[in-house]
């Protein structure tokens, strides 16, 4: 087990160094080079744009410039923000925990909903139930979670007070300053919108995916043989089947994850949660370069991430992978 | 098309003995898909109104003025008018050439990348495979929206960039999907039977292999029109997208602004995006039943 685990880590830190060149070899291809993107500015004279190439280095080879760009990267020096001028990392330190905070909570809502319903769904194939389910998915699968956002804003939001559509904390009301029950009154109000709309785009694919397993495992012989013998159908139900039909699915957890990352920039920019995908969407507005790439990183550490604790996981829960 | 066929269950599915062809049996399989069958209606036309735009559109999209401002769904306005008094109908009739192209476009360049590189590393494996597949690694661990929204910010923001940057950013679940088939396939007694009697590898793959990976490759395409206009909205939604003309991702972010007063400028192109995408994806789900009912 030790050594799968290092195995992993060494493979992640491969698949990490990978990003790194993909991310820095897009942000080279882009059209005119780094300083005269930054020098778009029609102030900037050819004598600025030539200092900046001097002072960035960008006269040197690429390797020697990836090579920089990476040791910085890895001692934990993000760089600048070309448009706020202040340090990455603390740019991302600050937006970070609210991104972390929704998208963990949407997770754990989305898979405490959609497991039982998938499951539901398998065991009464064809009943109404299945039906209506199937069908619901199927429509929140295609439904755009941006227009699901603004009809959730304007139906409901707009018509019941008490709602909050933007931001994700009263001002003053702080941890600690106020009683306990008024701060968690006052954040889950404020995640009523954005949490609903998380949940509700993530619903779908995943009841769809529990019921497929499920059906895949309800087929077996093993389960056939727990019902010949006698087996109560509750026994039947989640003793062998759930409990087999669940592992695919602890291996999609690592990609929900980054789902969710990727989908938070949209969320986020809707409500106004002070996140990340706030900050990212700034950096693409304002062609904030190192932002940029440093988002790219973080976000594919958590991917990482994700898919080894997935892949840990899974050999924890499935006894028959031994390692 | 005899190699593509696979073991028909004639019986099963309440068919004559008589011999039929593959895609008739597709065909046959595919009609009784009733949402796919309106599925298909709703999307011809679709792409015949968005053809037509040109002949459709009672005023041109960009001019001004044309009627009152936000004036709400009436007959003469029959998707009202926005905040320049332009009318909304003939803007979404274009917005469509934009919306429905996007999705064909992105997905045909993602599964050509896709189909590709996953033949190549799945019929050659060993050293080839390893580094094809690191690579397609390298490019999902970075989350796809932000890896879209990077290139976004790099490249010019022209149409023609905006579908393909979806589909290079999505062609690797593509290449893995191909590849997992190639991998079966190539120990295929057929396969075999083939190199046996000196078949040449591009003859083997052509002939024997790619056909049958066909239901697959197609029903995922279908899958990926659906979810590259998703996408292209989703960049249009945050700004980012095809503004001229503005794609109905566009008239969306346009009209979110002012809904308050006019929500028929977010009601109606979203739910024209919402309708396409779940068009392709029924489309997909009949066509995975009718060409491989095993798939089920």
């Known amino acids: 087990m030790g050594r799968y685990i290092i195995g992993r880590l060494v493979q992640s830190l491969f698949l990490l160094i990978g990003v790194s ?303 | 098309m005899a190699t593509a066929q696979p073991k028909v269950q004639g019986a099963a599915v309440g068919m004559s003995p008589k011999e039929e062809t593959f895609w008739q049996l597709v065909w046959y399989r595919f009609r009784r898909h009733k949402m796919a069958m309106i599925s298909v209606a709703i999307l011809l036309l679709f792409y015949f109104v968005a053809i037509a735009a040109p002949l459709l559109a009672p005023h041109d999209p960009m001019e001004v003025g044309v009627g009152p401002r936000f004036a709400p769904p009436s007959w003469e306005f029959p998707a009202g008018t926005d905040r320049l008094g332009r009318d909304l109908f003939s803007r979404i009739l274009y917005g469509a050439r934009i919306s429905l192209s996007v999705g064909f476009v992105a997905a045909g360049v993602s599964m050509t990348i896709g189909t590709i590189v996953g033949a190549i590393a799945g019929y050659f494996g060993g050293i080839v495979d390893e580094v094809l597949m690191r690579i397609c690694e390298v490019i999902m661990a970075i989350p796809t929206f932000f890896l879209l929204l990077t290139v976004v910010a790099v490249f010019e923001r022209s149409m023609l960039n905006i579908m393909l940057v979806i589909g290079f950013t999505t062609w690797p679940s593509a290449a893995r999907l191909v590849r997992g088939q190639f991998l079966s396939l190539r120990e295929m007694d057929y396969v075999e039977a083939a190199r046996s009697i000196g078949a040449k590898g591009g003859r083997i793959v052509a002939q024997h292999i790619l056909p049958n990976t066909m239901a697959p490759i197609i029903v995922s395409t279908t899958l990926r029109v659906g979810g590259a206009i998703l996408t292209e909205s989703g960049l249009s939604f945050l700004g980012i997208g095809v503004t001229n003309p503005a794609s109905w991702g566009t008239l969306l972010e346009i009209g979110r602004h002012t809904m308050q007063f006019a929500i028929w400028m977010v009601t109606i192109p979203g739910t024209l995006i919402f309708i396409t995408v779940l068009a392709f994806n029924y489309i997909g789900d009949g066509l995975r039943d009718a060409l491989d009912p095993q798939l089920k």
Not at chain 1, 21 to 26: G, K, P, Q, V, Y
Not at chain 1, 220 to 249: C, M, W
């Open chain 1, 21 to 323: 060149m993909l991310t820095f070899a897009i942000i080279q291809m882009a059209p005119g080079g780094f300083a005269q993107m930054v020098g778009e500015n029609p102030d900037a004279t050819a004598e600025d744009t030539a200092r900046l190439t001097a002072l960035w280095g960008l006269d040197d080879h690429i390797h020697v410039q990836y090579l920089r760009w990476a040791t910085q990267m890895v001692q934990g020096n993000f760089g600048n923000s070309l448009a706020q001028g202040r340090p990455i990392a603390q740019m991302i330190g600050e937006r970070l925990p609210a991104t972390i905070f929704l998208n963990i909570i949407g997770l754990l809502l989305i898979y405490v909903i959609a497991l039982p319903i998938g499951i539901y769904s398998a065991v009464k194939q064809y009943s109404k139930f299945d039906h209506t389910m199937t069908f619901l998915a199927f429509l929140g699968q295609a439904m755009p979670a941006f227009f699901f956002a603004m009809l959730l804003i304007y139906y409901v939001g707009m018509q019941v007070a008490g709602i909050p559509l933007a931001g994700m904390a009263t001002i003053g009301v702080e941890w600690g300053e106020v009683p306990f029950m008024t701060w968690l009154a006052d954040r889950s109000r404020y995640l009523i919108m954005p949490l609903t709309v998380i949940v509700f785009g993530g619903l779908a694919g995943l009841v769809r995916f529990m019921r497929a397993s499920m059906l895949d495992v309800i087929h077996q012989d093993y389960v056939r043989t727990a019902r010949a013998k006698g087996l109560s159908e509750r026994v039947v139900v989640f003793k062998h089947t759930v409990r087999n039909a669940l592992l695919p699915i602890v291996t999609s957890l690592g990609f929900a994850f980054s789902g969710l990352l990727g989908g938070s920039v949209v969320i986020e920019s809707i409500f106004a949660w002070p996140g990340v995908g706030l900050l990212a969407i700034q950096a693409i507005f304002t062609r904030d370069y190192p932002v940029i790439m440093a988002f790219n990183l973080i976000g594919s550490i958590m991917l990482v991430i994700g898919m080894l604790v997935a892949d840990i996981l899974y050999v924890v829960v499935d006894p028959r992978i031994k390692y």
